[in-house]
C-alpha cells in the first residue's frame, strides 16, 4: 500500500473542520449516503477521524500511512531527523529491528515509531536527571533573572 498524497486544509473550510471535530467528541458519528442509507462509524475510524480533524484545524496536513508499511532506510532516517549512517549503526547494534530485501534493509513505520517514542523518552529521563543534578549543586541559585523576569 503507497503513502497517498497528504491531505491539506484549505482556509475556506476552516470552520467545516471545526465543526466536524466537536461532532466527532461525543464519540459517536453516523455516516449517512446519498440514498439516506445509515452507517454507525465504528470506534477505531472515529479516533483516525478525531486525529486528522484536530490536526487539520491546526492548518496541519495529514497523511494515513499502515503501521506494517516498508521504509527504505534513508526514509527511516529522514523520519528520525538523523543520518542514514548514523541509523545504520542503530540497526547494527540491534536497537531498531529490520530485515532484509535483497540487500536492502527495510524497517516497518511501526517498529520505526516505537523506537523512536523509547528514544525521546530515554532523552527526557536524562535530561531530567542533568537538570535535577543542576539545581542538586545549586546551579540555578547562580542563575539571573533576565529583566522584567520574577523568581517563582
Do not use: C, W
Not at 20 to 43: E, I, K
Not at 70 to 91: I, M
Not at 114 to 139: C, I, M, P, V
Amino acid at each position: 500500500m503507497a503513502i497517498h498524497k497528504p491531505a491539506a486544509p484549505r482556509k475556506s473550510e476552516g470552520s467545516r473542520i471545526r465543526q466536524l471535530n466537536r461532532l466527532l467528541r461525543s464519540g459517536r458519528a453516523t455516516l449517512v449516503g446519498d440514498d439516506g442509507t445509515r452507517l454507525r462509524l465504528p470506534t477505531p475510524a472515529i479516533r483516525v477521524l478525531k486525529e486528522a480533524l484536530r490536526n487539520m484545524a491546526l492548518g496541519q496536513s495529514v497523511a494515513l500511512v499502515p503501521l506494517d508499511r516498508q521504509l527504505t532506510t534513508q526514509r527511516a532516517a529522514d523520519l528520525l531527523g538523523v543520518s542514514r549512517p548514523h541509523l545504520v549503526k542503530v540497526l547494527d547494534m540491534g536497537q531498531l529491528p529490520y530485515h532484509k530485501t535483497g540487500s536492502h534493509r527495510r524497517i516497518y513505520l511501526k517498529d520505526l515509531l516505537a523506537y523512536q517514542k523509547s528514544r525521546d523518552a530515554a532523552r527526557r529521563r536524562s535530561l531530567n536527571r542533568l537538570a535535577r543534578e543542576a539545581f542538586d549543586a545549586g546551579l540555578y541559585d547562580r542563575t539571573g533573572i533576565p529583566d522584567g523576569g520574577q523568581d517563582a
